[in-house]
């Protein structure tokens, strides 16, 4: 179905055509359009003099060749779509007209066509029209939340700083002790009777298999056991796999891991000052995140309070393109990594089907919830300063890790700045609502 452009002027007097109404919610209205003869000939001629004025024929001026000889150059797909095009528009307009739908100008309609014949002169397509939201606010002041209390502790912020010095860690060759678990191994395994220098493995030890990771503790580099193992029916190598063998096992070579020591150097390496300054600032950040997460958590509740206390109701079209965008856009992240839309679904244990309905359902919470938050910055006269726009944009930025004039950049060039508009208008919303809530505290 070619997308229509409904941004037409008013068309004059209309033959015939019969339209039914169905309204499936009340900001949702179906229409289905059988369209009169006449009006479906006129769209199929006006479509044949478009698509002729762009060919060019020798001797001819664009659009005045014979009609005789333009039909050959005209693909019977051509002509179809832009048929459509002006039929539909025509249609919606005068379906408009007779039903007096006062439309929501801000959400597209969405059409799908039934029937289209040139030769009979038929047309059929239903139109499901927006109407403008409507919404009832509850009492949005005093709404009950439940608040954990929050606080860093020190063995959060040791194991932040260990997990800092686990990224620093060096491997190092052993040669005063024997294998520990997490060593790298260089080993080499030979069965029993078969010629050769046996086979060689890079293992990590503790991670092979019970029979063989029990062997290894504690050897030392260049020492021999020989014992029978079972290797496992998934080992590497596929022709011992699942095989019991008398083998000989060495070890070539043994490195470990070496964390660096937890000293003012160390705190250095991180660009801060000194170990006690390096664990203020993991407490800091540490605090910012369990602070976000809060926020993030009482703002759910919130919405969840004031959608019970309000009624809201959009237009299915509203929310059903929004999942279907974001839909669009999961498929593309997924083919950028090699994979389908369908594995991902499977991968959430999910069909195709129940992964459309739960984008479905998302969107259509996520809209309803703007939606109130809108008009709660009305109701309260709300305004955005300057700063506040800078800030979420900054808050923007470092959620893409780019740049504060890259990221507005990327926002124009996609147009979404609304994006941001209404990003820093949510957040001065639920920062209000929080103020005004009746909160209790919990333990975490």
């Known amino acids: 179905m070619p997308e229509v452009n409904f941004e037409v002027a008013p068309l004059g ?53 014979p009609k005789a000889m333009l039909e050959g150059l005209i693909s ?72 954990p209390a929050i606080e860093v502790t020190e063995e959060e912020v040791d194991k ?41 493995f890079m293992t990590i030890a503790g991670q092979t298999f019970e029979q063989l990771d029990q062997a290894l503790m504690g050897m030392q580099v260049e020492e021999i056991k020989n014992l ?14 699942g095989q019991t063998h008398k083998i000989q096992v060495a070890v070539n070579s043994l490195s470990g891991v070496k964390l660096p020591d937890l000293d003012d150097s160390f705190a250095q390496s991180l660009k801060t000052e000194s170990v006690e300054d390096l664990r203020e600032r993991v407490r800091a950040g540490l605090g910012r995140a369990k602070a976000e997460m ?32 974001r839909l669009r856009e999961t498929a593309e992240e997924q083919r950028k990594e090699g994979k389908s839309l369908e594995s991902y679904a499977a991968e959430k244990g999910m069909t195709m089907e129940q992964l459309h309905d739960a984008w479905k359902k998302n969107a259509k919470l996520q809209v309803e919830r703007a939606l109130m938050i809108k008009e709660v910055f009305v109701k309260e006269e709300m305004q955005l300063a300057n700063a506040e ?16 004039d890259e990221m507005l950049k990327m926002l124009q060039r996609n147009e979404a700045v609304d994006e941001l508009h209404f990003r820093a208008i949510s957040r001065k919303v639920t920062d209000f609502l929080q103020s005004q809530a009746e909160v209790s505290e919990v333990a975490l």
């Open 13 to 65: 007097v209309y033959t015939a055509m019969q339209v039914t109404r169905e309204d499936l919610n009340p900001c949702t209205v179906l229409l289905n359009i059988v369209c009169d003869a006449d009006e479906v000939k006129e769209g199929f001629d006006k479509a044949f003099k478009q698509i002729a004025k762009k060919i060019k024929l020798p001797g001819f001026r664009p659009g005045h060749a």
């Open 76 to 147: 019977k797909e051509e002509l179809y779509e832009s048929a459509t095009e002006n039929i539909v528009r025509v249609g919606y307009r005068k379906a408009l007209e007779e039903t007096t739908l006062e439309i929501d100008q801000t959400t597209r309609p969405t059409v799908e066509l039934k029937l289209l014949d040139q030769e009979t002169s038929a047309a059929e397509f239903s139109l499901k029209v927006p109407l403008p939201p409507q919404i009832t606010l509850g009492d949005y002041k005093g709404l009950p939340v439940q608040k």
């Open 160 to 200: 932040q700083i260990e997990e800092f010095r686990k990224r620093r860690q060096l491997r190092e060759a052993v040669t005063d002790r024997g294998v520990q678990e997490g060593d790298v191994a260089v080993v080499n395994v030979k069965l029993e009777g078969e010629e050769g220098d046996g086979r060689n």
């Open 228 to 241: 029978e193992v079972t290797f496992p029916e998934n080992f590497q190598e596929k022709d011992w796999a």
């Open 294 to 325: 809060l926020r993030e958590l009482v703002t759910e509740q919130l919405m969840e309070r004031l959608q019970e206390r309000s009624q809201v109701f959009v237009s299915d079209n509203m929310w059903e393109s929004l999942a279907e965008r």
């Open 389 to 404: 726009l800078n800030a979420e944009l900054f808050e923007m930025a470092q959620e893409y890790n780019v740049e504060v």
